[in-house]
């Protein structure tokens, strides 16, 4: 019998010092970085490599994916889904990669035993769960590391929970099963917002088995998955505050930013675009006269440059936005100084930037703006996760929410729904808040 497991070590010495040892995890099963079990202690090895291994006819054979967790894990997956097909191919028995420890309050009291048969033309629901996932796998599991890895992780472990729950078709599924996935990623630790995401993947897998996944109504016993209210729960989001900037880390963020640079966040802060609408602005989106920035779709033959080049905004949301007269006469300037472009702010060889995240990035750090806690800021590329593009417009809304009311602001944004800009009305309360503070305890010493 093939075997398709694989297992995740780190090599650590080198020559004949070369070791591979096991990793250790945390009680939920997460692998700690670079943390070797030798002699039954914790050994923290941050010169390691991480490798794979895999057995071929009893002898075990290595192969080193580097020093990044996430790529290892995924590394890892893809290898045992490769090896898994294989072995499916040569008509051998499938062995499931999900050995792990599932706890007891998750598995129905009575387990009966399942013996998955393949066949490909057996109708869906019918098929087993095990085949299913390998398709399922091999049709989603592309593009980003982190897309592969959210289907394939997703696949491997709700069908591995499913089969120890003694559930071996589509047929045997029911919402039980989808509760309890969800119990079991809390029960690892995982946040409220990271199950959601991956109860979205979930749908989709049951979708792939040919379920619906949703039931139309709780009385409906014949079709469907979840029911209304359970997807309401499961699908829930905690709903993150809304971060803005504050004026004087934006005046630092300024002063270290190139001419160009300075501009394009002073127009984002000021104009509370998305960052697509200012990167495939026209000149001829600038409205002197009005002193308006026409947020425009451009239909085929905008571009000059590019005859086929379209760009439609969201929710194709025009609008007409007042620009600030600071902003007007620095507007002017550039303009003067850069006669010939096509786009306001171009890049050097003319096209649209969609790159200006990256760059404010750098601009923050150089600006000493970095947290110094964040994620972003302790990983390798020290780049704040404070730093979006995203959270100029909502500073943008936020003020203009103390000045003008909430429809007004809503036209502005080119929100669809008003729901939408009232999210905004907590950081503009804020101040208002902090004001009536001051004012309150400012007068009573
Ligand atoms: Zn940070």
Redesign the pocket.
Known sequence: MANSKVDLLLRIGAGDERRYVALATTKNGKIKPFAAIIDDKIEYHPEGIYTLRRWEKGRPRYKEVGKDLDVAETARLRLELDLRKKASEAQTEIVSSAAELVPAQFLPSAQPSSTPTEDKRKPRLQRTLTSLRDSFIEKYAHGSDDTIYAYTSVANEFVGLANKRGKSTPADLDEDDVIAFDRLLEFKGKSKTTRASRYGYIRCFLRHCGLNPSRTDDNDDTSGVVTAAQHRKLKAKPKLAVETFNEADLQKLYAVSSDRHRLIWMAFRMLGLRDEELAYTLWSNIDWVHRLWLVRFKPTGSFPWDPKLVWKSKDNEERDIPIPDVLYTELKMWRDRNPKAHLVFPTLNGQADIKLLKALKSDWRKAGL?????H??LSKKNE???AKLKTFRATYLSTMLRHVDLRSVQALAGHSDISTTQRYLAPASQSVLQSAVNAAFGAAI
Do not use: S
């Open positions: 970095n947290c110094g806690h964040c972003g800021c704040c996760g404070k």
